[in-house]
């Protein structure tokens, strides 16, 4: 923040606790995508969406085509939401 406000302005950061992700989430998550593109919501707004519930993925991760499902569930360790 520093550069973007005042110097005058008094300002604390608070980071909230990281939630695990449970198998319930993720099942909600891909639940809701698949709303979204019946719905025909386009693939790359779907993609944002669950990139910003999934931490430590990001659109390349989801765009993968030689994601094998070793590396997948790889990557999926440790994950928060």
């Known amino acids: 923040m ?3 406000l005042p110097a005058s302005v008094e300002y604390k ?3 909230r606790k990281a939630k695990s992700l449970t198998p319930a989430d993720l099942r ?3 639940d809701a995508g698949s709303r979204f593109k019946v719905l025909g ?3 790359e707004i779907v993609q944002l969406l669950m990139a ?3 931490r430590d993925v ?3 991760i989801l765009n993968s085509d ?3 499902a070793e590396q997948f ?9």
């Open 73 to 81: 569930a790889k990557s999926l360790q440790g994950i928060s939401i």
């Open 13 to 15: 950061l608070i980071w």
């Open 52 to 54: 910003s519930f999934l």
């Open 2 to 4: 520093k550069g973007i």
């Open 66 to 68: 030689g994601f094998s």
């Open 58 to 60: 990001d659109i390349d």
């Open 41 to 43: 919501v386009k693939d």
């Open 28 to 30: 909600d998550l891909a």
